[in-house]
């Protein structure tokens, strides 16, 4: 019982981090530096527009993580965009980032809770 109560709590931390870095972050552009990211990396011709999209994608893998909907698939996804995302900033614009190159620690910390919460915490049937 306290691992399903658990992996509830988890589950909401985690779709409220994406909701927040996609609202907030990026369609909302309330910390610009995600623009420069975007611009640095793919160019600054559409960087507003990308950056939206990007937002706008993550809001939808919250609204996908807060519903529950094949949530195995929807984990590993989560890992694998967030470990493609942090080698491309590593790689590529470590100065932009908000911890430098020491980013990619708890992007790797989030992808163990991600993985933890999906693979351990959660009641399968």
């Known amino acids: 019982m306290q691992k399903n109560i658990l992996n509830k709590i988890v589950t909401i931390d985690i779709g409220l981090i994406w909701l927040a870095n996609g609202l907030f ?8 530096r995600h623009k420069e990211i975007v611009g640095s ?3 600054n011709t559409y960087a507003s527009e990308l950056t ?6 993550e809001i939808i893998m919250a609204v996908w993580i807060f519903s529950g909907y094949k949530s195995r ?8 965009i967030i470990v493609v995302m942090n080698i491309l900033e590593f790689a590529l614009v470590p100065e932009l980032l908000l911890w430098g190159k ?22 399968t049937n």
């Open 25 to 32: 972050c990026k369609v909302l552009n309330l910390v610009p």
């Open 41 to 43: 990396i793919l160019g």
């Open 52 to 57: 939206i999209s990007i937002g706008i994608a």
């Open 73 to 80: 698939i929807n984990a590993m996804l989560q890992m694998l």
């Open 102 to 123: 020491n980013n990619i620690v708890f992007a790797l910390l989030l992808i163990c809770v991600i993985f933890y919460n999906e693979f351990h915490l959660k009641k």
